[in-house]
């Protein structure tokens, strides 16, 4: 498990710099012209989003009519979840392009939901770039490709500086004294809550949010290897293991933040991801675990000034400094064609998420970027899927023109991936959400009563989730 | 004409009646089939296979419904259920009857406070759980606690506390279907014959005397009738925990259609398992039905 992370930790930080595999180069060629089919794109901005994200979505179409004249792209406003797209998988209507979350591709693709694009990635030329922590994640066990990475990121945390300056917590030169471990997260919590009144912590501890926060937190605590909080046994089977010393020490932590330092928001129960952000935000809390892809959520959607917010690394717990690599990706609907799959990689390439850049895409990413800085969101360098070198730092050279941050307040959280001192981890291999769920239900037992007894709360999650992969998969 | 001719003529315009009556139901009987039954089949039928997202894989006779009985969180979903149908019993099923009887004996405003009564109901379900969330929020920026603290009270977490999760969702699912209630008991009451106050004026008797003379006995069927589709409907109560508590803390608002749902839609796509859940509340709903049948009819014969 050590190699895997890694491997993780490596495949993840040359994607940011250190790759050397290949240059970039147009695709064009590689496509015919004449290619004629309809695909159907989820996610497209619905009439509420704003006049520059619509904008440049009718951008990106123009371009693909004007490369592809006979691809016709039917609009459609789906947003992935897994309760509707099963539905709509099976009866034959799940658009061409769908959105889900990372958690979800390796279910999905066993339970022959989406369609193999393998052929298509080939064709452009991309199959040998894919960041090899990516295939993983986006592959069956024969290596044939279901999906495509649409953005990756790495949970670390969110800051309101301007809690901080009130708690007196700002160097001279305008930098936070932020947590650089769990302890000292506690403690700074404290000082915050104290001084100011407000949440040092927020935790949205409902639904499975809980759960998948306190794995990173598990992971520092030393949930990994042996003492991993699933695990296969010599038999193949798939072991549950919440109550290991390092797992109950995790949740110790779990309740000392609530009745020790009491830096837990109020209503953490039935706080979720959105609320979580909305009162950092807000000025409710001064810390949010939270990744880099998510920074805008703070920032344009909730009113907090790019000045006032950073984005520091996770801190490091006693047996280790782990953080989730994790992110979006785009998969496909399972009665896909092989000329629709090139469709798809073609509009795919124009968004700019294969490792190619022309003028239109150039023209797509400043385009995006400039949206973004207009609308207050933190305009930063993404983590990339790819192991091009020369791609990569072609984009971050066009991030650089738009950068608005003082990127001092989260130049540690970038430098942790590159200089490896943090180890990214993807997240629990098996029905993750699953875990999540019976962990948050364990959360929700502790920071709602002080006298709860952690062995036996964590006890019954692992019989009910051993249980739960007996079922699914053991005995399957 | 023979007798026999004349029955033949009979049962031929017997026959012309029915099947006008047939083809006007036609059209509805196929929706039913097709919306209703046939989904109820296939949930009963998938109860008892082991299945992989919505495909049948083989059959496992009641395993599904021993693994799903077996585990906590389904007697807590059960308990939880039983406790909202309490809680919306006592909340919530006297309160549409005392709406219906002020109205109903208010002289001037009636149809601004009938208005007003059912205007909860006009709003979306969804809209009503955020804005009550933000009325019990718990930080000090929630309307109660802001309330609360012109009193010098601190400000008090109400959504994470176990014991008061269900009674609060139940209040909310009060103010929004309270009035929708009330109005027909209004309209039961409406029913009650002119004549019957008039006496009772005439006799002198007091307001006192009439609800409980004639108004709560004119309604006292209508009543019956309104006390189990409150239990059914209650008993499927999902939305308001999903959004309100999402279940929690620690599964205390967990309904059993909201486990059903997590078993179907949680990330598990078990849908055998969620199909098992739902016969299981059917057949309990289905028991209650019955129970309140045998006593209505008992009550019934009695009179």
Same mark, same amino acid.
Request: net charge negative.
């Given at each position: 498990?050590?190699?895997m ?8 930080s040359?994607?940011l710099?250190?790759?050397?595999a290949g240059?970039?180069a147009?695709a064009e060629?590689?496509v ?5 089919c ?12 704003s006049?520059?994200e619509k904008a440049?979505?009718?951008?990106y179409?123009d371009t693909?009519?004007?490369?592809y ?6 609009p459609d406003?789906?947003s992935?979840?897994l ?11 799940a658009?061409?392009i769908?959105?889900p ?10 339970q022959?939901?989406?369609?193999d694009v ?13 960041s ?5 994640m ?11 990475p ?18 007196g917590l ?8 932020y947590?650089k ?9 404290q000082?915050?809550r ?9 935790f949205?501890a ?5 759960g ?7 992971w ?11 695990y296969?046994?010599e ?13 109950v ?10 009745w ?11 706080t ?9 935000g807000?000025?409710?809390?001064a810390?949010?675990f ?9 920032t344009?959607?909730k009113g ?6 950073a984005?520091?690394p ?6 280790g400094?782990y953080?989730?690599?994790g992110?979006?990706c785009?998969?496909?609907a ?7 799959a ?33 609308r ?9 899927a790819?192991?091009d070198?020369?791609?990569?730092s072609?984009k ?17 959280f970038f430098?942790?991936?590159s200089?490896g001192t ?15 769920r ?6 929700q037992?502790?920071?709602?009563r ?14 009910s989730?051993?249980?739960?992969l ?7 | ?6 029955s033949?003529i ?13 083809l006007i ?13 046939e989904p ?6 998938m109860?008892?296979?082991k299945t ?7 059959f ?5 419904f021993?693994s ?5 969180d389904f007697?807590q979903?059960?308990?939880?259920t039983?406790s ?15 709406l ?9 405003g009636k ?5 007003a009564v059912?205007l909860?109901?006009m709003?979306? *379900?969804l809209?009503?759980?955020i804005?009550w ?9 929630g309307v ?18 176990s ?6 969702i ?10 929708a ?5 209004m309209?039961g009451?409406? *029913?009650i014959?002119?004549?019957l106050y008039?006496?009772?004026?005439i006799d002198?008797a007091?307001?006192?005397q009439?609800v409980f003379?004639i108004?709560?006995p ?7 009738t309104?006390l189990?589709?409150?239990i ?9 925990p999903?959004?309100?508590?999402? *279940? ?5 608002s ?6 059903m749902?997590q078993?179907a839609?949680?990330?598990?796509m078990?849908?055998g ?7 299981i509340?059917?057949?309990i ?8 049948s ?10």
């Amino acid at each position: 498990m050590n190699r895997m992370i890694q491997c993780v930790s490596l495949m993840l930080s040359l994607c940011l710099l250190l790759a050397s595999a290949g240059g970039f180069a147009a695709a064009e060629g590689v496509v015919d012209g004449d290619l004629t089919c309809t695909i159907t794109l989820g996610n497209w901005p619905p009439d509420t989003a704003s006049a520059a994200e619509k904008a440049l979505f009718e951008g990106y179409r123009d371009t693909m009519a004007r490369q592809y004249p006979n691809v016709t792209l039917v609009p459609d406003y789906y947003s992935y979840t897994l309760s509707n797209y099963v539905p709509m998988a099976k009866g034959g209507t799940a658009p061409t392009i769908f959105q889900p979350p990372f958690t979800d591709p390796q279910l999905l693709i066993s339970q022959h939901l989406v369609g193999d694009v393998t052929e298509a990635l080939e064709k452009f030329g991309v199959l040998d770039k894919f960041s090899p922590s990516y295939v993983e994640m986006l592959a069956d066990e024969n290596g044939r490709i279901y999906g495509l990475p649409r953005d990756g990121y790495v949970l670390g945390m969110h800051l309101n500086l301007a809690l901080f300056r009130e708690a007196g917590l700002m160097t001279e030169d305008g930098l936070p004294m932020y947590p650089k471990t769990l302890q000292e997260l506690a403690e700074y919590g404290q000082i915050i809550r104290e001084k100011t009144g407000k949440a040092g912590l927020v935790f949205p501890a409902s639904e499975t949010y809980g759960g998948w926060l306190f794995t990173n937190i598990a992971w520092n605590f030393g949930c990994v290897g042996e003492s991993a909080l699933e695990y296969q046994d010599e038999d193949g089977r798939w072991v549950c293991n919440f109550t290991s010393p390092e797992c109950v020490a995790a949740m110790e932590y779990m309740r000392d933040l609530r009745w020790k330092y009491d830096i837990l928001n109020v209503d953490a129960t039935t706080t979720d991801w959105a609320g979580a952000h909305s009162l950092l935000g807000t000025g409710e809390a001064a810390m949010n675990f939270a990744a880099d892809d998510s920074v805008d959520q703070p920032t344009s959607n909730k009113g907090l000034p790019v000045e006032d917010f950073a984005l520091i690394p996770f801190p490091a717990g006693p047996a280790g400094r782990y953080a989730l690599a994790g992110g979006t990706c785009y998969m496909f609907a399972p009665d896909i064609t092989a000329d629709q799959a090139v469709a798809a990689m073609a509009y795919l390439k124009i968004l700019g998420k294969l490792p190619f850049l022309d003028d239109d895409i150039i023209a797509g990413m400043r385009a995006d970027y400039a949206a973004k800085r207009d609308r207050g969101a933190p305009v930063l360098p993404a983590i990339s899927a790819w192991n091009d070198a020369e791609y990569n730092s072609a984009k971050q050279a066009i991030v650089d023109e738009y950068c608005n941050v003082d990127m001092r307040l989260y130049s540690d959280f970038f430098d942790s991936l590159s200089g490896g001192t943090i180890s990214l981890k993807s997240e629990e291999p098996v029905f993750a959400q699953q875990l999540y769920r019976e962990l948050t239900a364990v959360i929700q037992r502790v920071i709602t009563r002080e006298g709860a007894d952690i062995v036996k709360a964590l006890q019954k999650a692992q019989d009910s989730f051993q249980e739960y992969l007996d079922d699914e998969i053991n005995d399957y | 004409m023979s007798a026999g001719k004349e029955s033949r003529i009979r049962t031929h315009a017997r026959l012309r009646e029915n099947v006008t009556s047939w083809l006007i139901m036609v059209p509805g009987l196929l929706l039913m089939l097709f919306f209703v039954w046939e989904p109820l089949f296939e949930s009963v039928r998938m109860s008892l296979y082991k299945t992989r997202n919505v495909e049948l894989v083989r059959f496992i006779g009641l395993d599904n419904f021993v693994s799903v009985v077996s585990k906590d969180d389904f007697m807590q979903a059960l308990v939880n259920t039983f406790s909202y149908t309490f809680w919306s019993l006592l909340l919530g099923f006297g309160l549409p009857v005392l709406l219906a009887i002020l109205i109903n004996e208010t002289t001037r405003g009636k149809g601004l406070f009938r208005t007003a009564v059912y205007l909860p109901n006009m709003l979306p *379900g969804l809209a009503v759980i955020i804005l009550w969330s933000a009325f019990f929020s718990g930080g000090k920026s929630g309307v109660l606690n802001i309330l609360i603290g012109r009193l010098g009270i601190p400000p008090q977490s109400y959504l994470t506390r176990s014991e008061w999760v269900i009674p609060i969702i139940i209040l909310i699912a009060t103010w929004k279907g309270a009035g929708a209630t009330a109005l027909i008991y209004m309209a039961g009451m409406a *029913g009650i014959s002119p004549e019957l106050y008039e006496a009772a004026a005439i006799d002198g008797a007091t307001v006192r005397q009439r609800v409980f003379h004639i108004l709560l006995p004119a309604v006292r069927k209508l009543a019956g009738t309104l006390l189990i589709l409150q239990i059914i409907s209650v008993f499927q109560i999902m939305y308001e925990p999903m959004v309100l508590t999402k *279940g929690g803390p620690d599964n205390a608002s967990l309904s059993l259609m909201q486990l059903m749902w997590q078993y179907a839609f949680g990330g598990s796509m078990n849908y055998g398992k969620a199909s098992a859940v739902a016969v299981i509340v059917t057949l309990i709903l289905l028991v209650m039905t019955a129970i309140y049948s045998f006593f209505n009819r008992r009550e019934s014969d009695w009179e």
